[in-house]
């Protein structure tokens, strides 16, 4: 099976506090890739990152890095320093040896002031 | 240079009708995939089209049926309108990299 788990439906953290949203995959693929989309209220698809899975190496972009463990089918994002704009859906997904991609259902991040 | 384009951006049908959503893909772009996000859940694949064929397609029946034009541009199609078709409709469009999708603002459509 292919999937994408995000169990946390909701988190709500205040302005400045630090935040891990978790995604755990399943694949039996060797190759495939894993992505974070953040999706505002507009909507739209905001593609965060996009990682192979033989790159195990952590990433970090401003505020947000990511940790993906091969050995946990995980590939968890942390926002440091929340902001209220950072408010929105985000979505783990994984494209298999495939074109598709698969979503987990999201994790609705609220900041407050 | 423009991104992905969809129109509508709002639709409203009745249940039993038919639908048409369109789909302009990024300039370049020859591949376009579909998705249909339901109200608090995760987007999900329709159909991915290529050279105007549709190369494959997710866990939807034939009332969800697509189209793509010499100009990479496509439409998806739903006869029958449930209830259930209520989403968010979003198209991606890409070239080569499969992993590099682009995605459009998406098109709502509510079935009373």
């Known amino acids: 099976a292919q999937k994408v788990t995000q169990a946390q439906t909701e988190i709500s953290v205040v302005e400045k506090e630090d935040v891990t949203l978790d995604c755990v995959y399943e694949?039996?693929?060797?190759?495939?890739?894993l992505f974070w989309y953040k999706q505002p209220p507009s909507g739209e698809l905001v593609f965060l990152i996009r990682r192979n899975s033989f790159d195990e190496q952590n990433e970090i972009s401003g505020r947000y890095s990511w940790n993906f463990q091969k050995s946990t089918s995980s590939f968890n994002f942390t926002i440091t320093a929340s902001q209220v704009v950072d408010s929105a859906v985000y979505f783990c997904a994984l494209m298999p040896n495939t074109d598709k991609l698969i979503f987990g259902t999201g994790t609705r991040l609220q900041v407050f002031p | 240079d423009a991104g992905v384009t969809q129109s509508p951006t709002h639709l409203i049908k009745t249940r039993g009708q038919q639908v048409t959503l369109r789909c302009s893909p990024k300039s370049g772009h020859d591949t376009v995939s579909w998705y249909q996000q339901a109200l608090g859940q995760g987007p999900q694949f329709i159909f991915q089209y290529y050279e105007e064929e549709e190369r494959q397609r997710g866990n939807f029946p034939d009332r969800f049926s697509g189209h793509q034009f010499p100009n990479y541009s496509s439409e998806l199609n739903v006869n029958a309108l449930l209830l259930g078709d209520s989403a968010l409709y979003l198209c991606?469009?890409?070239?080569?990299?499969?992993?590099?999708?682009?995605f459009g603002p998406g098109t709502r459509l509510t079935v009373t």
């Open positions: 694949t039996r693929d060797t190759t495939y890739y």
């Open positions: 991606a469009s890409s070239r080569d990299n499969p992993y590099e999708q682009y």
